[in-house]
Each structure stands twice: as structure tokens, then as C-alpha cells.
């Protein structure tokens, strides 16, 4: 039984009831009410306030096990207000709702008391977001749920105004959390509209992608017929936000998924596959072209031949185009696809992509050692004036050899092995593992205690022993232990010190928190937080804290990612932008002239030896006319 003060007896969704005089009502909520009695005059006519638009009046609730919620006003011209200016609200576009906030505001203040309050609280709210106001956005919408107590429409709709400004201040994942329990369950069209809009943009930035892709399909089954154009322009820009090695295999899935897609799903994985083939014709990237053809031929349309053009290419004859940079992307284990990942993001920061001059080209090694050098030729036929290559030594050996064999200047993210010939095309940017691992032990000798003389330890392990643990190639054997990542000894006993680098830095601190183990970490952290009193190689702008960047690029980093930029990504930014120094010398037109073609390679070579810039990852601002860069390597304590 349902006992209001104030009441009509009209069919509602959820609206609001007046007269003047108890009445009880039986019939359950959303029938006919028929009062048990009569009625006042027909002046206390059926007020029903239409929360349209940003405010429906359905009774969807964000927790299906409670009942539905309705505002009851105590004022007639409370209600009377609220409908006029919530009418409004649901016509109006971003400029309209604007001027909407005086009124809101002054009948916050008229009818300071009034249980419609939490819908004006969301509909200002929504106003605040539009102003860019996300702290007041997040206060009039956390009022708005105390006020409702989280139940009903209007605790629905605070609810993607708080997820909307945790994704506006960079919480993304925490925002995907808080609005994915509303997927599927709004009335209102211009609430799921926003809901799919902020779902989508959270998952993108949240790297679930997959999810973001769901999300779109939502966001137009779900939208009017008239705006469904400009919901895929919006859904073509935020694909391209999707970096294409990670866009690649949802498209995969999808394909498998829905082999002869129609209406909407026709229209998401045509975005997707138009945003991979634009790329991939940019970058020359073969084995992304083999794929696009054996996966989504039909969707290609005007780019397919294009694409087939470019599955088809192998070495191909040399030739330079001037504004080219090359990238030879590893894929042949997990380790070097994730630093292959990271280079490929630092190189565009560097090259200003999109929206620059430059143009980079990309080659895979298939997975495989034999494909390095298959990649570094096709590199040298689309147009690379020079090549960035070498994350391992094995790799840089390889690619070291190729230049000096070809003329064709590279740069080397990891040294080559010391047996590799000289030359004057090789230069190497990234730093020796050994420089740094004797760098960290000689620092951290200096910060063990000294053994306890009542502990006695096993005969074969020298009490004040220091361990090195890396990724496999990295693994030093000087030192008295040491261990690959995947192999770490089964206890620490009688261990002081290790040096971890890498990959197993996580996986060290973790194993010894809590023990008096004296940790040190190499450059490579792979975006773990390291606690106190850990030592850290230091380098350039490295390790970088995000709390206190003052570096204006790395500020420029910050603003389009959630993390900041691992060593590798320095590394393939630094190599970027002194390559792109060396490029934008060569004449504009490119050439397939094989002699004009080995003089452009040299003078490209002899230019990158002299650019400078502000560099990440160390000090120098270039190679200072040497093929090795210039780098102070120290150690600090974390505090």
C-alpha cells in the first residue's frame, strides 16, 4: 500500500502526484489509481513531470532487486517548473543546455527542500560536464545519489555523470567499472547515448579494446536512424585511437565471429578495416597486408588493390624516399613483441604521427631470424632513408651487418655482439646490459649491511652474495649466481643483493617483499612502481616519475597516454627524431636511381652522425659525429 501525501489519480511511469488530501492507494505502481477518495476539484488536474532526454522517467534501476523510486514533490510549482525546464533540456543541443543553468540554479534555490532536487542536481551536473567543470559535475552527481539513495532513473543517470569524470580526469578503468552494471539497462535515448559514448571512450583508453569494439555496435543499434552517420564519424576517429597491432586481431576475432556481417556490424567492421588498411598502406607493412587480404578482402573496397600491391612486394629494388623513416618490428617472442610494441609508440611520438611530414615504414620479421633480413631489404624498397632496428643483440648483430654490407645507415636500439665489423652506416643508441649491471652492483655493494656474524650460512653461498636476474641473453655469469627470468631459484637464502633487469623486476620485488634483500633495478622496468630503498639506474630523464615531469615533451607523452613512456619507448623516440633530423636534408623527390640511391643513404648517414636534440634518454643531444651515443649512467635510491 502506498500512502502519499499529495496525490492524482493518473496513469505514470514515474512522475509526480498533487491534492489536497491523504488518499490510499492498492494498485500496484504504473496502473490506473483510483482513489479511495473523491477527489478535489478539477483545478488539482494530473501533473505529470516528463523527465525526457538527459532525465527519463523510466523505472529502470541500476539494482534490479529494488523497487523503483519516484520523487514526490511537495510543491505543485516545483513540479510545474522542473517539467517546463526538463522539456527543455531534452530538445536542446550543447549550447542550449548552457543557458538551461540559470534556471536550474534558481529553482535549487526556490525549492531548496524539495524531493525533486536530485533531478535538477543531474541535469546541472550534465551542464558541468559540458562547461568542462568535471569537479562540479562530480559533486552534483555524488549529491544526487546520496540524495536518492542510489535507487531509481534519476541515481541511474548520476551514475554516467561520475563515470563520465572519472574518465575526464584519466581514470578510465575506473570508469568502464562504474558504468558497465548500466549497459543495456536505460529507457531514456539520450542517457544510452551517453552511456555508449563514455563506454566505448573508457574502454579505448582502458587498452580494452575488444570491449570498445561491443561497445560501438551498442552505441548504434541502440541510436536513431538520422544520427547514425555522425555516430560513425565519431566511431572512425576513436578507432583510430586503437593502435593497429592491437586492432588487428579483434578485427580477426570479429571476422570469425560474424564471417558475412549486415546492418551495423557491417558498419564496425568496415570502420576497422578501413582505419587497418589506411595504416598499413602508410607504414608498408607486408605481413598486416597478407592478412587484411586473407581475413576481409571484401571489405576493402577502393584500397584493396592497393593492399594486394603492397601483400604481393618483397625486397624490391631500392630506392629513397626523403621523408622515411624505417622500423623493423620484432615478433619472434613475446619479450621482443612487447619491446617491438613500445618502440613502434615512441617512434610515432617522435615523428609526430599523425599530423606530421614524416612518414614511416614498417616490416615484420615474420616470427622468425631468417626474416630480419628479409624486413631490412623490404625496409630499403619503400623508400627508408634509415632504419631503426635492434632490441636484442642477436637482432642488432644481424641488422649491423646488413648495413655495413649495404651502405644503408641504421640505428641500434641494443649493442651488437663486439665481433661485429665497424661501420660507418651503424649507429648504436642503446645502452650496453653489462655497463649497467656492473653500474648497479658496485652501488649496491656499497649499501649492504654487514654479515651477521650469528647467522650462519650454507657452506657454498658467500654471505654477502648478489645475484643478477634478466631475460634470457642478458643473464651475466660473472658474478657468483645468476638466473633467467623464467628460472628463478627456488629461495633467496643467503642472498643480500640482486640486480634485476627487465621483465623480472615485477616478479623480483615481489618475491622479496618483506625480507631484508637489497634490491637494484635496471632501466627496463616494464611500468612497475618501485618501492623505498630500492636502488635504480639512472639515465638521461630516467627512471621518469608522471608526478614530476618537467619536460615539455614528456609533458606532450603524459596528455595522450596513460603511462609513461618505457625505456624502449624513449629509445625508439630518441632514435625518431635524430633520424627525422637526418631525412629532412635529402631532396624531396624520391629516387630509384642506384647510384643516387647510395648517395643519399650516405649523406644521411653523415647528417645523423651531427643532428642534435633534447634526447629522453640520456643527457647528450646526439651522436657528437661518433657512431656510439654518449651516456652517464648512475644509480639513486628510491625515497
Not at 561497445?215 to 585511437?241: C, G, P, Q, T, Y
Not at 636476474?469 to 643480500?496: N, Y
Amino acid at each position: 500500500m502506498l500512502r502519499t501525501r499529495d496525490l492524482v489519480g493518473l496513469r505514470t511511469v514515474g512522475g509526480v502526484w498533487d491534492s489536497r488530501k491523504d488518499v490510499k492507494v492498492t494498485q500496484p505502481f504504473g496502473t490506473r489509481l483510483r482513489p479511495a477518495k473523491r477527489i478535489g476539484p478539477a483545478r488539482f488536474a494530473p501533473l505529470i513531470l516528463a523527465l525526457v532526454a538527459a532525465i527519463s522517467a523510466s523505472c529502470a534501476s541500476s539494482r534490479p532487486d529494488d523497487a523503483p523510486t519516484v520523487p514526490l514533490s511537495s510543491s505543485v510549482r516545483a513540479q510545474i517548473e522542473l517539467r517546463a525546464i526538463s522539456a527543455s533540456f531534452a530538445q536542446a543541443n550543447r549550447k542550449d543546455r548552457l543557458e538551461l543553468e540559470g534556471r536550474l540554479v534558481a529553482f535549487e534555490q526556490r525549492f531548496a527542500k524539495d524531493p525533486l532536487l536530485p533531478v535538477a542536481d543531474v541535469m546541472l551536473a550534465w551542464i558541468a560536464l559540458d562547461r568542462g567543470n568535471v569537479e562540479r559535475a562530480r559533486l552534483l552527481s555524488t549529491r544526487a545519489l546520496a540524495r536518492t539513495k542510489g535507487r531509481g532513473t534519476t541515481a541511474d543517470h548520476a551514475t554516467i555523470i561520475e563515470g563520465a569524470a572519472l574518465r575526464r580526469t584519466g581514470k578510465a578503468a575506473a570508469a568502464l567499472g562504474k558504468l558497465l552494471p548500466l549497459r543495456g539497462k536505460l529507457i531514456d535515448p539520450h542517457a544510452r547515448a551517453l552511456l555508449n559514448e563514455e563506454l566505448t571512450t573508457s574502454a579505448v583508453l582502458a587498452k580494452q579494446h575488444g570491449q570498445a569494439i561491443d561497445f560501438m555496435l551498442d552505441w548504434l543499434n541502440e541510436s536513431a536512424v538520422d544520427n547514425r552517420v555522425e555516430i560513425r564519424e565519431k566511431l572512425a576517429h576513436l578507432a583510430s585511437s586503437i593502435p593497429t597491432d592491437e586492432l588487428l586481431p579483434v578485427l580477426e576475432k570479429r571476422r570469425a565471429a560474424h564471417p558475412e556481417p549486415a546492418h551495423e556490424e557491417l558498419a564496425v567492421q568496415t570502420t576497422l578495416v578501413a582505419r587497418l588498411a589506411e595504416s598499413t598502406l602508410s607504414t608498408r607493412d607486408q605481413d598486416v597486408a597478407l592478412r587484411l587480404l586473407d581475413t576481409s578482402s571484401a571489405l576493402l573496397g577502393a584500397r584493396a588493390d592497393a593492399i594486394a600491391a603492397l601483400a604481393r612486394g618483397g625486397g624490391g629494388e631500392a630506392r629513397v624516399e626523403a621523408p622515411t623513416v624505417g622500423f623493423m618490428l620484432p615478433v619472434r617472442t613475446p619479450e621482443t613483441r612487447k619491446r617491438g610494441a613500445d618502440i613502434a609508440r615512441g617512434i610515432a611520438h617522435g615523428l609526430g604521427l599523425p599530423g606530421s611530414d614524416a612518414r614511416l615504414a614498417t616490416r615484420g620479421d615474420l616470427g622468425r631470424i631468417e626474416g630480419i633480413e628479409d624486413a631490412l631489404k623490404g625496409l630499403v624498397a619503400d623508400g627508408a632513408a634509415i632504419i631503426i632496428t635492434g632490441v636484442d643483440r642477436q637482432e642488432a648483430s644481424l641488422a649491423a651487418t646488413f648495413a655495413a654490407r649495404e651502405s644503408v645507415p641504421v640505428i641500434l636500439l641494443h649493442p651488437p655482439a663486439p665481433s661485429t665489423p665497424a661501420s660507418s652506416f651503424v649507429f648504436v643508441l642503446g645502452e650496453e646490459p653489462e655497463r649497467i649491471r656492473k653500474t648497479l652492483v658496485a652501488a649496491l655493494s656499497t649499501h649492504l649491511p654487514a654479515p651477521s656474524k650469528r647467522r650462519p650460512t650454507a657452506p657454498h653461498v658467500a654471505p654477502r652474495q648478489i645475484v643478477w636476474v634478466g631475460d634470457k641473453g642478458t643473464v651475466d655469469m660473472g658474478l657468483a649466481e645468476s638466473f633467467e627470468c623464467q628460472r628463478l631459484p627456488p629461495s633467496w637464502r643467503g642472498i643480500a643483493g640482486i640486480v634485476a633487469y627487465g621483465s623480472c623486476v615485477a616478479d623480483v620485488l615481489l618475491a622479496v617483499s618483506g625480507t631484508s634483500i637489497q634490491t637494484a633495478v635496471g632501466l627496463d622496468l616494464d611500468g612497475v612502481s618501485l618501492p623505498k630503498r630500492t636502488l635504480a639506474a639512472t639515465a638521461g630523464d630516467y627512471p621518469i616519475d608522471p608526478r614530476a615531469i618537467t619536460n615539455p615533451a614528456l609533458a606532450s607523452w603524459m596528455r595522450q597516454h596513460a603511462q609513461a613512456p618505457s625505456i624502449w619507448a624513449g629509445l625508439g623516440r630518441d632514435a625518431a627524431v635524430l633520424a627525422w633530423s637526418a631525412v629532412q636534408v635529402l631532396p624531396a623527390r624520391g629516387t630509384k636511381d642506384p647510384e643516387e640511391v647510395k648517395a643519399r643513404h650516405r649523406k644521411a648517414a653523415e647528417t645523423l652522425a651531427v643532428a642534435e636534440a633534447d634526447l629522453w634518454t640520456t643527457e647528450a643531444r646526439g651522436f657528437g659525429g661518433q657512431r656510439k651515443l654518449a651516456r652517464q649512467v648512475g644509480v639513486r635510491e628510491v625515497r
